[in-house]
């Protein structure tokens, strides 16, 4: 990163979770979730790889504000998507900076951020227990930022899911390209290209596919 563009405050948590991973207290920064309409129905996918079903199997959960929108207010994407569960939920609720959502309500935000364009990724502490699931813009979460402006994803596990495009049904559109954060879908000559080994599995390529030509599937040996 060159000095004129070098964020302390984002390098000082890159190494702080880095230290973590290295000392195995958590396996990543965070773990991208695809968004649940995208997915092709299995009954034996683990509900924890869909956002609405770890909110469902946790004790308690409470929606809250982006940390990190809030803080660095570079753009206009909604604030009130992102969930705390468990006992976190419940201190954040305690101190005001959180509020207690049932499902429906939770349905609602995690429609909003998908017509937003957010990823939801999951957030792990040192126990290992996921505590936070957000849905991230790429030009203010931390840990988007640790990928594209530090170049480490590496620190952003991929979903259990790819992409799969059907290049027969695809009208190319554009539209998957606008969506992907990861460059996983792209222009090149004049046509868009797949690139599969980009793709962290988020889903927003196929939610908004008018085609219907990208279904998301299970990566090849999860």
């Known amino acids: 990163m060159?000095?004129?563009?070098?964020?302390?405050?984002?390098?000082?948590?890159?190494?702080?979770?880095?230290?973590?991973?290295?000392?195995?207290?958590?396996?990543?920064?965070?773990?991208?979730i695809p968004v649940q309409q995208s997915l092709e129905f299995l009954q034996w996918v683990l509900p924890t790889q869909k956002v609405l079903e770890i909110l469902r199997n946790s004790r308690s959960f409470a929606l809250a504000n982006c940390l990190c929108r809030t803080k660095h207010k570079q753009c206009d994407n909604p604030l009130e998507v992102c969930f705390y569960t468990n006992d976190v939920a419940d201190k954040k609720v305690e101190k005001g900076e959180a509020r207690h959502v049932d499902l429906q309500e939770a349905v609602e935000v995690l429609k909003l951020a998908n017509a937003h364009g957010l990823i939801h990724l999951t957030i792990?502490?040192?126990?290992?227990?996921?505590?936070?699931?957000?849905?991230?813009?790429?030009?203010?979460?931390?840990?988007?930022?640790?990928?594209?402006?530090?170049?480490?994803?590496?620190?952003?596990?991929?979903?259990?899911?790819?992409a799969v495009v059907d290049t027969d049904a695809c009208v190319q559109c554009g539209v998957c390209a606008e969506r992907c954060i990861f460059g996983a879908q792209s222009w090149e000559s004049g046509s868009l290209v797949f690139h599969q080994g980009k793709c962290f599995g988020c889903g927003l390529c196929a939610t908004t596919c008018g085609s219907n030509a990208i279904q998301m599937k299970l990566r090849a040996g999860r």
Request: glycine share 4%; net charge negative.
């Open 2 to 32: 060159k000095k004129e563009n070098q964020d302390e405050e984002l390098e000082k948590r890159m190494h702080m979770f880095d230290g973590w991973v290295k000392e195995g207290k958590i396996p990543c920064s965070s773990k991208v």
């Open 124 to 162: 792990y502490n040192p126990e290992q227990h996921v505590y936070a699931l957000c849905s991230c813009c790429e030009c203010c979460c931390h840990d988007v930022q640790f990928m594209k402006s530090l170049g480490r994803p590496d620190l952003i596990a991929q979903a259990d899911y790819v």
